[in-house]
């Protein structure tokens, strides 16, 4: 591979400066010929789908790239703003641009993890211990604090005593699910990011 | 928004308050620029901070937090006293020229109808006036001094020049400037734009700033139009599409209000809910038509067991006693009324507001669910630094979810538009979609009462779960429902307007109905750019067929309101819609497509309200229908205009009436105001996780003025201690000639600007000696909030400022 230093760029630069009304091209064919880099892309034969940058509500259009390993896994291989899209053209602010470390991070939380009262440690636990739990602790709070008529003699069949509050990075749709549960079961404390 | 993104490229001129769009929301932004390189527009950004965003704004006016009413009322007073106002569309389209009731009145600081008791107001005067039919009484010459009008003019002359200078802190002359600039926008060619965000929001008098930016709008002509509006940029990827879900107390889907104590069927809902026609010419489409959208929505959740003879199971419907918002849940665990929490991607410990205080509200739950796929403050509260694990009884579970790019389903932009993604990743490690896992643990709970009974099963049992595995809902399947079928076809609908009260239809948010009709999902749709001639048929940047934008894919709201009377637009060069002579064209019409504007009984332009047209004046708010300045609740003034009634009248105080310490300081010993923002390189809490943004933005500091910073001897680097009377940050100064004094009320003041973007879970934390015990920046802010929305007060406080 060549090897090309900033002054040797600067001097390719002011070589081609002479050619850019020639080729139109804005740099001089002859001379980048001469320093071309081998390389393939990183991202071709690679899978393209379409997404959302996770951030704000700019809402600008992603293309992504996959591959999938020999070992059935997929490897996430670049993040890029679509340029076809009305709202962002193809640009992306420095947290857009670094969705990929958002995207895989071995900062995850990997297991269900449990923290009993008073204790000082989390204890990873199983899925089936949690949800059971959390089933549990919903059931008798609810129960504890429903109230199905009011002083005044109202049905109200509301839970007093559970909250709910999140959704600004769920789907529109699982959103639309949780307020659908949440409400079946009575809560009246819901809320999200947008009051805050 | 009213409008959408690329939209902002249309305007002549763009007024930025309470936002930094530039650093905020960069991408955004670009159509800023574009409006200002492409077509000459001038920007004026009106902030206590110099930013990037005023860098490239044409006037930059350091203001002081939370005082936009008054620079807003002020450019009010100025449209009015100089008749600059668009004549046609405040005579026509907006209600100037409605008649207000006797009884109603304003002195004082105080509408009429208030009990200092009760902190709040009986609105019966704020009213119209009626007449035989019913209907509100008009007076269009607009000089009958009860006119909407006369009496908007009378209350906003007190907004002079000096006296919006005293409350803000703009010099006069640099208010005038901005006055004339804005005075030519209520030319019909001329048009301008108010973007806006959490700057606005987040103060006692939240909704109240947002609604003084609106009436000038109103007043300039300048709403429905292509280049104008209101637009609120929203902060995060989805805050718009789970409001427009209702993750949030007050609303069911599609902005229908929670039904209240003492509603027994629909029809006593509606008629306390919906909006009432009070002009012949006002469709008051809402109104007619939300009985149809709640029997949709009921018929959606609750399946067969949503009948005529039950009314629909509108008795499964949770009825709130009171306020239930994000404050409220935190004040009722601190009174030990809530038992358990389950957040989602969303950190109470970082939020706040009065961080310390919340951390007490969590400790005082039986049990938290924190859902998120990384550790938050919130799921590490219990081992935060100083803590002591073994006196806070908390039961907490950290469940493990799954990411954006490991699920499809749609986000929807700041400007409406709902875009479809795919799931380009499988789950990492053990995380799970949330929905699935709220499926799941749904699905426990209704065995455990299947098995041992209970309180109220039934709107439990009832809850429809009709997907292909009841456990692992698809989105897709969920987006269908979202959009709503036709029984009697089994068709999906393809408009609200064929929804139905009588049960044979279903729509889970009827102004997503049409999202998904039985050609496809629409959401999915990327006809870009690429192809404007094919994509863009305007040329006005709509492009229709890239996703889908609610309600029924139209790109600006309001959009009768963009022609005249004859149904041309008020600009040739900018139209939105237009009419034909047979039907109207251009943007989705906010109007029946074929009606004659013309016809004597063509509806008005504001289809949406009872008036039909855009309220100047409004009852829906509880601090007044006027907007008008309030000091914070925390102020180092007295309001000029009326100091006996100096911070909002009707704001709750949470601590006082829980019998609580008072947890707000004074001037004496918290002289500095200060207010809280975002950069560039981070999004709330959770980049705290992304190494490189870590590494832009490694560690926490707050910016001082210069002249501040030099009579504490204060440098650069220096570690500094903010404190409120609520808690503390202890970070890095930074020292800039961004922020600098100001001249309020005759006297002298600074303000601090503090970064929200730090804690003791993340990166940064992790490499800190005290494991950045006193980072979170929301340890200052106070616990009270907006009249109306109770967005807490974020942005205006006071704090002491030392080094250390």
């Known amino acids: 591979m060549t090897e090309v230093t900033r002054r040797e760029i600067l001097k390719i630069g002011l070589a081609g400066s002479g050619a850019i009304v020639a080729t139109g091209l804005g740099f001089d064919v002859a001379v980048a010929e001469s320093t071309k880099v081998k390389q393939s892309l990183r991202i071709s034969g690679a899978t393209e789908s379409h997404s959302v940058c996770p951030y704000c509500a700019v809402g600008c259009a992603l293309l992504t790239y996959t591959r999938k390993a020999a070992n059935g896994s997929v490897q996430l291989l670049q993040i890029e703003g679509d340029p076809d899209s009305p709202v962002n053209e193809g640009r992306l602010c420095p947290k857009g641009a670094t969705a990929m470390q958002l995207a895989i991070s071995p900062r995850r939380v990997e297991a269900p993890l449990y923290r009993a009262p008073g204790a000082s440690d989390w204890r990873k636990v199983t899925w089936d211990f949690m949800l059971d739990k959390i089933a549990q602790n919903i059931k008798a709070s609810r129960d504890a604090t429903f109230v199905t008529v009011d002083g005044n003699g109202n049905t109200v069949n509301r839970c007093e005593g559970i909250a709910f509050a999140g959704g600004a990075a769920f789907s529109s749709e699982e959103g639309y699910f949780a307020t659908k549960l949440m409400r079946g079961l009575g809560l009246v404390h819901l809320e999200q990011q947008a009051r805050v | ?804």
């Open chain 2, 1 to 804: 928004m009213t409008n959408h993104w690329r939209d902002i490229r249309n305007t002549d001129l763009i007024l930025i308050n309470g936002a930094n769009p530039a650093e905020a929301h960069p991408v955004g932004f670009q159509w800023f620029m574009r409006a200002k390189l492409d077509r000459g527009a001038k920007m004026v950004h009106a902030d206590p901070r110099f930013t990037r965003t005023s860098a490239v704004a044409d006037i930059y006016l350091r203001m002081r937090t939370g005082t936009d009413v008054a620079y807003f009322g002020g450019l009010i007073n100025h449209v009015m006293q100089n008749n600059l106002f668009h004549d046609a569309y405040v005579r026509n389209y907006t209600n100037a020229s409605f008649i207000v009731k006797d009884e109603f009145a304003f002195n004082d600081g105080l509408f009429s109808g208030y009990s200092s008791d009760k902190r709040s107001y009986d609105i019966a005067s704020w009213a119209y006036k009626t007449g035989s039919d019913g209907f509100a009484t008009r007076d269009l010459t607009l000089q009958n001094p009860r006119t909407v009008f006369q009496l908007m003019k009378t209350h906003y002359s007190r907004y002079t020049p000096d006296v919006v200078s005293s409350i803000t802190g703009i010099p006069v002359d640099d208010f005038n400037r901005v006055a004339s600039m804005v005075g030519e926008m209520g030319k019909p060619d001329k048009v301008m734009t108010i973007v806006y965000a959490v700057g606005l929001t987040q103060h006692t008098t939240g909704g109240q700033l947002i609604r003084s930016a609106a009436v000038l709008q109103l007043l300039l002509g300048n709403m429905g139009r292509p280049g104008g509006g209101m637009n609120a940029e929203r902060g995060h990827a989805n805050i718009q599409g789970n409001t427009d879900h209702a993750i949030s107390w007050e609303i069911l889907p599609g902005y229908l209000k929670i039904p209240a104590p003492g509603q027994k069927n629909r029809d006593e809902y509606v008629a306390a809910s919906a909006p009432k026609k009070s002009d012949p010419n006002s469709w008051n489409f809402f109104g007619t038509n939300y009985k149809k959208f709640l029997t949709s929505l009921l018929k959606t959740w609750y399946g067969d067991k949503a009948t005529k003879d039950n009314e629909f199971a509108f008795d499964f419907v949770p009825k709130p006693a009171s306020n239930a918002s994000w404050m409220t849940i935190h004040d009722q665990a601190l009174k030990g009324k809530m038992q358990g929490l389950i957040l989602s991607g969303m950190t109470a410990s970082s939020i706040g507001p009065d961080s310390n205080q919340v951390q007490q509200a969590l400790s005082s739950l039986k049990w938290l669910v924190v859902m998120d796929a990384l550790p938050t403050t919130s799921s590490e509260f219990w081992h935060a630094p100083g803590a002591t694990p073994s006196a806070i009884q908390t039961e907490v579970f950290m469940v493990p979810t799954t990411h954006w790019i490991e699920k499809d389903g749609s986000f929807v932009n700041s400007g409406r538009w709902s875009q479809w993604k795919d799931q380009v990743m499988p789950p990492q490690g053990q995380a799970r979609h949330d929905h699935w896992i709220l499926a799941d643990v749904f699905s426990r709970v209704k065995k455990l009462y299947q098995d041992q009974g209970g309180k109220f099963p039934d709107p439990i049992m009832a809850v429809t779960l009709k997907y292909k595995d009841p456990l692992k809902p698809e989105l897709d399947e969920i987006a269908q429902e979202i959009n709503g079928f036709d029984l009697t076809t089994g068709k999906r609908l393809s408009t609200f307007a064929n929804l139905k009260d009588d049960g044979t239809t279903t729509a889970g948010d009827w102004i997503y109905t049409g999202s998904y009709p039985d050609s496809g999902n629409l959401m999915k749709r990327r006809s870009g750019i690429s192809d404007p001639q094919a994509n863009d048929p305007t040329g006005m940047g709509f492009y229709p067929n890239w996703a889908w934008s609610w309600p029924l894919n139209r790109r600006v709201m309001y959009n009768r309101a963009s022609a005249d009377l004859d149904g041309k637009p008020w600009d040739a060069a900018r139209p939105g819609i237009t009419w034909n002579g047979s039907k109207w064209v251009g943007d989705v019409p906010d109007y029946p497509a074929t009606m004659d504007p013309h016809d004597p009984k063509a509806w008005l332009p504001f289809i949406m309200n009872g008036e039909g047209v855009g309220r100047l004046f409004s009852n829906g708010m509880v601090d007044g229908p006027f907007p008008e300045h309030y000091e914070p609740v925390e102020s180092p003034v007295q309001n000029p205009l009326h100091p006996n009634n100096s911070a909002s009248p009707v704001a709750f105080l949470y601590d006082k009436v829980a019998g609580r310490p008072n947890r707000f300081g004074g001037p004496q010993e918290f002289p500095y105001i200060a207010t809280s923002y975002r950069l560039t390189e981070h999004e709330h809490y959770v980049t705290q996780h992304v190494p490189h943004l870590v590494q832009l933005q490694p560690k926490p500091f707050v910016e001082i003025p210069e002249e501040l910073a030099n009579e504490k001897s204060i440098k650069s680097g220096d570690k500094v201690r903010v404190s409120s009377k609520r808690g503390k940050v202890e970070v890095q100064a930074l020292v800039t000639k961004r922020l600098g004094p100001m001249t309020v009320a005759g006297q002298k003041v600074y303000q601090i600007g503090i970064p929200i973007h730090w804690g003791y879970v993340g990166v940064s934390a992790d490499s800190d000696p005290s494991h950045g015990r006193y980072w979170l920046a929301n340890a200052l802010t106070p616990f009270v909030g907006d009249a109306n929305a109770r967005t807490p007060e974020f942005k205006a406080f006071l704090v002491n400022l030392e080094k250390i």
